[in-house]
């Protein structure tokens, strides 16, 4: 006989880890069904939102049981994503246990992501690049990719305990503080490409794709919450970068305009 309670605890232990690390709304509900119906677990209701999940099974029987999760917004993961799907395929395929698969389970959540050199490298060259695409000059590209490196190890050394807003305002604060003082020590830049570029890696663009997605699909609620969400980060890098150019209007009698 199916234990309904190891069953439905390791699909939503699955769709927790899924919506953890940025998968859409409609990914976590399918995968954690289809790990049930696998099992012969027909009688069952999934409630995904972009911050819980809410699952229950076999409620008129003896073998009832239900799982509330709460779950964080967190930064997007796709090797876990892929990973999970690969799991969770497998668990439907019956390839393994439900046992071995809490083990592999672990793993994927566990997988590590990308080298602080690799996110360094990578997040200078896409903030040089959006900075030359949005009309800078080499230069400007190049002072881009630097400004771009200051604002990856700024967020590396971030601590935890900082919310996200006041993450994305301090980060704005040191890419247009970085390009303003490139522009005051008399360098041939232009302080706003470069800040367009350094911008770019805080810019809220897959929860605001994913919040159109949730509309499409007609999850409304999932995706207001995401698009709030994105709102609410370009608000607060348009303080942060606001702040400075403003105090910079001011110390420069207008020179920055």
Same mark, same amino acid.
């Given at each position: 006989?199916?234990?309904?309670?190891?069953?439905?605890?390791?699909?939503?232990?699955?769709?927790?880890?899924?919506?953890?690390?940025?998968?859409?709304?409609?990914?976590?509900?399918? &995968?954690? *069904? +289809?790990? !049930?119906?696998?099992?012969? #677990?027909?009688?069952?209701?999934?409630?995904? $939102?972009?911050? %819980?999940?809410?699952?229950?099974?076999?409620?008129?029987?003896?073998?009832?049981?239900?799982?509330?999760?709460?779950?964080?917004?967190?930064?997007?993961?796709?090797?876990?994503?892929?990973?999970?799907?690969?799991?969770?395929?497998?668990?439907?395929?019956?390839?393994?246990?439900?046992?071995?698969?809490?083990?592999?389970?672990?793993?994927?959540?566990?997988?590590?992501?990308? &080298?602080? *050199? +690799?996110? !360094?490298?990578?997040?200078? #060259?896409?903030?040089?690049?959006?900075?030359? $695409?949005?009309? %800078?000059?080499?230069?400007?590209?190049?002072?881009?990719?630097?400004?771009?490196?200051?604002?990856?190890?700024?967020?590396?050394?971030?601590?935890?305990?900082?919310?996200?807003?006041?993450?994305?305002?301090?980060?704005?604060?040191?890419?247009?503080?970085?390009?303003?003082?490139?522009?005051?020590?008399?360098?041939?830049?232009?302080?706003?490409?470069?800040?367009?570029?350094?911008?770019?890696?805080?810019?809220?663009?897959?929860?605001?794709?994913?919040?159109?997605?949730?509309?499409?699909?007609?999850?409304?609620?999932?995706?207001?919450?995401?698009?709030?969400?994105?709102?609410?980060?370009?608000?607060?890098?348009?303080?942060?970068?606001?702040?400075?150019?403003?105090?910079?209007?001011?110390?420069?009698?207008?020179?920055?305009?």
């Amino acid at each position: 006989m199916t234990d309904t309670k190891k069953v439905l605890s390791f699909a939503v232990e699955l769709g927790d880890i899924l919506l953890r690390n940025g998968a859409e709304v409609y990914r976590v509900e399918d &995968s954690v *069904l +289809a790990i !049930l119906n696998s099992y012969d #677990i027909t009688d069952c209701d999934v409630y995904v $939102l972009s911050n %819980g999940i809410f699952a229950s099974a076999d409620e008129v029987t003896e073998h009832a049981s239900s799982m509330i999760r709460h779950v964080p917004m967190y930064p997007m993961n796709l090797g876990r994503i892929a990973a999970l799907n690969h799991l969770c395929r497998e668990v439907c395929a019956h390839n393994i246990s439900i046992d071995d698969a809490w083990t592999k389970l672990g793993e994927c959540k566990t997988l590590p992501g990308y &080298s602080p *050199l +690799a996110l !360094l490298i990578a997040t200078g #060259i896409g903030c040089g690049g959006f900075a030359y $695409l949005y009309g %800078g000059t080499p230069l400007d590209s190049i002072m881009a990719i630097l400004v771009g490196m200051v604002l990856r190890v700024f967020l590396m050394f971030q601590k935890k305990t900082y919310s996200k807003t006041m993450t994305n305002v301090f980060g704005s604060i040191v890419v247009s503080l970085t390009a303003i003082l490139m522009y005051a020590v008399g360098l041939p830049v232009h302080y706003d490409k470069i800040i367009i570029g350094g911008i770019m890696p805080l810019v809220p663009g897959i929860p605001l794709t994913n919040s159109i997605r949730d509309f499409i699909n007609s999850d409304y609620l999932s995706g207001s919450i995401r698009l709030i969400d994105a709102l609410l980060t370009a608000f607060c890098i348009a303080v942060g970068v606001g702040i400075v150019i403003t105090i910079a209007h001011l110390i420069g009698g207008g020179a920055y305009i």
